[in-house]
C-alpha cells in the first residue's frame, strides 16, 4: 500500500506514551476502561451481527458434537460465550483480564467465566479434568499472538478437546502489514478513530494476518486434521458514529486432533 502509512508511526507513538508493554496489563487496561460494550460500545468487534453467528452455527452443526460442553478461549466480555449457550448445555468462558471477566459475570445467563492465560501451561489439562471432551471456540485471539503464544494455545486447545471435541476458530486476515490495516479503518497522522485510539492507548498489540499458511503453522497435519476452513469476514463497530459496520477480510477453520495423536 501507499507510503502514506509511515506518516502514521509519529501519532502511533505518540498516542502509545505510557502503555504497559506486558499484554497482560495492557488487557487488562483496556477492559477496565471500556464503558459499554455491543454494536454501539467501546470495543472494536462487538457488532453483533447475524451473519456471523450463522456461519459459526452451521460449522458446528457440520462437524461438532454439540452434546459436548463449549469453551471460548479469549471470550472477553462474554458475548460470544453466551451467544454459544444456545448450542451447548454447558459453556465455560476464559480469559486473561480480571476486568474483561468481571464485565462478563455482570451480565444475565447461564454461562461460567473463568480468569487464566489462554497460553497458560496446563490450562487444557486443568479444563479436560473438569469438563471432559469439550468443544472449543476462538474468534480474534491468535492474530495478536507470537508464534509461541500459538503454539500454546494449540496445546491447550488439544487437551480440552480429547477425543471428540472440534475447534471452530475465526481470525481476521487483512491483506498488508499493521499499519496498511490501521489506514483502512481510518487512521490518519493528525487522528486515530476512538474505537482504534482505544486499543493502542491501552498498549495492546497490533493484529497480524492469520490465513491458511497461519493455520498449517498452529495446527500442522501430523498432529491435527483440518475438516473446513476458507475466507470470511468478521464485523466490527462503526468507527465513527452513523458509519457503516465494518467488514474485515477474516479466515476461518474447523479442526480436530488426529486419532493418531489422542
Known amino acids: 500500500m501507499s507510503w502514506r502509512k509511515y506518516l502514521l508511526i509519529p501519532r502511533l507513538t505518540l ?14 487496561r483496556f477492559w477496565g476502561d471500556v464503558s459499554r460494550t455491543g454494536p454501539r460500545g467501546d470495543v472494536l468487534w462487538e457488532a453483533d451481527e447475524p451473519a456471523e453467528l450463522e456461519r459459526l452455527t452451521a460449522a458446528l452443526r457440520r462437524h461438532a458434537d454439540l452434546t459436548l ?4 478461549l479469549g471470550c472477553g466480555s462474554g458475548r460470544q460465550a453466551y451467544a454459544l449457550a444456545a448450542l451447548a448445555s ?18 444475565a445467563g447461564e454461562v461460567a467465566f473463568r480468569v487464566a ?10 479444563l479436560h479434568d473438569d469438563l471432559g471432551d469439550a468443544n472449543v471456540h476462538i474468534r480474534g485471539v491468535l492474530h495478536v499472538l507470537d508464534d509461541g503464544a500459538r503454539a500454546a494455545v494449540a496445546a491447550n486447545v488439544a487437551a480440552v478437546l480429547g477425543e471428540r471435541g472440534t475447534l471452530y476458530l475465526c481470525e481476521t486476515n487483512h491483506t498488508g502489514d499493521p499499519l496498511d490495516y490501521l489506514l483502512d479503518q481510518g487512521a ?7 474505537l482504534v485510539d482505544r486499543l493502542i492507548r491501552a498498549g495492546v498489540r497490533a493484529p497480524r494476518r492469520f490465513g491458511p499458511e497461519e493455520v498449517a503453522a498452529a495446527f500442522p497435519g501430523d498432529a491435527w486434521t483440518v475438516l473446513e476452513q476458507g475466507a ?4 466490527g463497530v462503526p468507527l465513527e458514529p452513523g ?6 477480510p477474516a479466515y476461518y477453520a474447523v479442526v480436530r486432533t488426529r486419532p493418531s495423536r489422542r
Open 232 to 235: 470470511t469476514e468478521v464485523y
Open 243 to 248: 458509519g457503516p459496520v465494518q467488514r474485515i
Open 69 to 72: 460442553p463449549m469453551v471460548d
Open 117 to 126: 492465560d489462554v497460553a497458560g501451561s496446563g490450562l487444557g489439562a486443568r
Open 90 to 107: 454447558r459453556v465455560i468462558g476464559i480469559d486473561g483480564s480480571a476486568a474483561a471477566i468481571a464485565r462478563a459475570q455482570g451480565s
Open 15 to 28: 498516542t502509545a506514551i505510557g502503555a504497559p508493554r506486558s499484554q497482560a496489563r495492557a488487557w487488562d
Open 188 to 194: 490518519r497522522p493528525t487522528r486515530l478513530p476512538p
